[in-house]
């Protein structure tokens, strides 16, 4: 496996692997324009894993507006690649780019695949909140709240 930044030429399989993890259940509402909600407002890089020449995975680091702590977003694994190590390998990227200070992220309660995976990397639980939008059925999941600082 290797990862590299991503480019526009991984645009159309990457939204294929977003597709497939949908189906999984993560995002539970597909977007309306995937390629843009795969660049989300501040977006500074974002990494792609490959495999066999295929796209598996991908992370992002957003500053959603200046000063702001940087924050790990739309990170995803192709269902058929997980339990590898293929997350590790794209938050080694996404971490290591950081010149050094906080980072966050967000992750709903109900993704222990994610929280225990950011955990276990060191990050700190550091609060609980409601989000600011709803699944398909109305409901509003609980987020929790991590920090990391890397060096
Ligand atoms: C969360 C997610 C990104 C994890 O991706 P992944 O590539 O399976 O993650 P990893 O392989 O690095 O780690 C997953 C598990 O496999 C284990 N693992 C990693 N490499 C392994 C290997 N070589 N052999 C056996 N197990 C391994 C890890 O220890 C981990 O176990 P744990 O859950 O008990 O901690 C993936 O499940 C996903 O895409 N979920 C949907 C999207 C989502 O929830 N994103 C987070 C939004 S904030």
Redesign the pocket.
């Known amino acids: 496996m290797r990862i590299h930044e991503r480019t526009d030429a991984d645009q159309d399989a990457l939204v294929e692997v977003l597709w497939r993890?949908h189906v999984?259940?993560?995002?539970s509402t597909w977007p309306a324009d995937p390629a843009a909600w795969l660049t989300p407002t501040g977006l500074r890089a974002a990494w792609v894993?490959i495999e066999d020449d295929r796209v598996?995975?991908h992370?992002g680091i957003t500053v959603p507006s200046p000063g702001r702590m940087p924050e790990?977003?739309?990170?995803?694994?192709?269902?058929d690649?997980?339990?590898?190590?293929?997350?590790?390998?794209?938050?080694d990227a996404a971490e290591q780019s950081l010149p050094g200070g906080h980072v966050r992220?967000?992750?709903?309660e109900d993704?222990?695949?994610?929280?225990?995976?950011?955990?276990?990397r060191g990050w700190c639980l550091t609060g609980r909140g409601p989000a600011g939008w709803c699944r398909p059925d109305g409901e509003v999941p609980t987020l929790r709240f991590y920090a990391k600082r890397v060096d």
Do not use: K, N, Q, S
């Not at 590898?84 to 794209?90: I, N």
């Open positions: 993890a999984f259940g993560w995002p894993a598996v995975g992370v790990v977003t739309r990170l995803f694994v192709d269902p690649h997980r339990g590898r190590g293929v997350a590790d390998a794209l938050l992220l967000d992750v709903t993704t222990p695949a994610a929280w225990r995976l950011y955990e276990r």
